[in-house]
């Protein structure tokens, strides 16, 4: 929260609720990440076209916003391995809560899905405590 600019999020968060809207009215799907990463792997869809295509936006986005002046920080505080075991862990959950963060808590809950609903709390909740967790329990010497 240290460079936070209200203006920017706002904006930022209205562009996502575009594309998803945008892509529910084009294409009838749901902007979840998770889902549309799927897509791509075998076997394979014949939708896989527009799925890299919004992959490749959210890749190409941050490089146009350095483009135009913009400033994209990156700080990772943790190891190959320990990402490794997360990217794992948040890939199971996503199949365990059948969606993601972005189908359940921006599609789902501007649908007023109760299930979107109950998955996104999980989601938070279980983000918090980890937080909480690797920052006063495992780090304590930190």
């Not at 929260?1 to 609720?17: D, K, Q, R, V």
């Not at 190409?60 to 990156?74: D, E, K, N, R």
Request: hydrophobic content about 50%; aromatic content about 8%; some cysteine.
């Amino acid at each position: 929260m240290e460079n936070f600019t209200p203006y920017s999020a706002l904006i930022g968060g209205m562009l996502i609720g575009l594309a998803a809207a945008l892509l529910l009215l084009f294409n009838g799907r749901v902007a979840g990440i998770s889902g549309i990463a799927s897509g791509i792997l075998p076997p394979w869809r014949e939708d896989t076209g527009w799925r890299l295509c919004f992959l490749a936006g959210l890749i190409v986005a941050p490089i146009l916003f350095q483009l135009f002046g913009g400033q994209v920080t990156l700080k990772i505080n943790a190891s190959l391995p320990v990402l490794a075991v997360a990217g794992l862990l948040v890939g199971y959950g996503t199949s365990l809560g059948r969606g993601c963060t972005s189908g359940h808590g921006i599609c789902g809950l501007a649908r007023f899905s109760i299930r979107s609903a109950a998955a996104t709390l999980t989601f938070m909740l279980t983000a918090a405590i980890t937080v909480y967790s690797v920052q006063h329990l495992i780090n304590t010497g930190s």
